[in-house]
């Protein structure tokens, strides 16, 4: 199993560019979540999907859309593109989504993004 | 400001001695704690983790203690080795699937 791939690895925008990161996961995960991590920071959960064609907000949505069309993918869509948007963007899977089974979640390699 | 955090953001540590990394949270009702290690231009990776009828649990080289008392989780390293080299975070289980992370704590081991 390639568990979870990220594409691009990196990417330069322009302020009110958009663009997708991609996110795929081979696991047969139902659960996947999207974070950004800034500098000195830990992961601020921004979207995450408990199944195909369900989606919700995390922690710090605003900027951002995602859809779920298979349980394979879950790609995050960045509309106009701001400064404060520069991060690192990670993709995690998990199983279930329930910790009764202490089920972890499961990284991708990450997305970095810089804004200008 | 955030649920969980750790007390230091670095660690300078001696290849061969023991690390602690600690951390502190402030949801009470929060049931499950993760420890994760990510390297440099890596995703975190899954350490250990712990539930809250537990006060400790080992794993390969690894220990986690919790102490619901205060609200203190720590996760303690044996024999550090230059691949343990990484930033650590704590993470708690606020509501079933959603994590909330702390800031990290950077590792380095001394040769």
């Known amino acids: 199993n390639a568990g979870v791939t990220q594409t691009p690895k990196f990417r330069i925008l322009k302020i009110g560019q958009s663009m997708t990161l991609q996110c795929t996961q081979d696991m047969n995960h139902n659960y996947m979540y999207w974070y950004r991590q800034d500098p000195g920071m830990g992961l601020k959960l921004i979207y995450y999907s408990v199944g195909a064609g369900i989606t919700d907000k995390g922690e710090v949505p605003n900027g951002y859309n995602v859809s779920r069309s298979t349980t394979e993918d879950f790609p995050l869509r960045l509309e106009l593109a701001a400064p404060s948007q520069t991060s690192v963007y990670f993709c995690?899977?998990?199983?279930?989504?329930?910790?009764?089974?202490?089920?972890?979640?499961?990284f991708g390699p990450g997305t970095r993004l810089l804004v200008l | 400001g955030e649920s969980v955090g750790l007390h230091l953001p670095t660690l300078s540590v001696q290849e061969g001695d023991n690390s602690i990394i600690n951390c502190a949270y402030s949801?009470?009702?929060?049931?499950?704690f993760i420890w994760y290690k990510q390297e440099s231009g890596k995703g975190p990776q899954f350490i250990i983790d712990i539930r809250s009828n537990m006060d400790k649990r080992q794993g390969q080289r690894v220990t986690v203690l919790l102490n619901k008392t205060v609200k203190h989780l720590s996760l303690q390293i044996a024999a550090t080795q230059p691949g343990d080299s990484a930033v650590y975070f704590c993470a708690e289980n606020l509501n079933d699937y959603k994590l909330s992370f702390g800031a990290g704590t950077t590792v380095t081991v001394r040769a």
């Open positions: 995690a899977s998990s199983y279930s989504g329930s910790f009764d089974r202490q089920e972890t979640q499961y």
């Open positions: 949801n009470s009702a929060s049931d499950y």
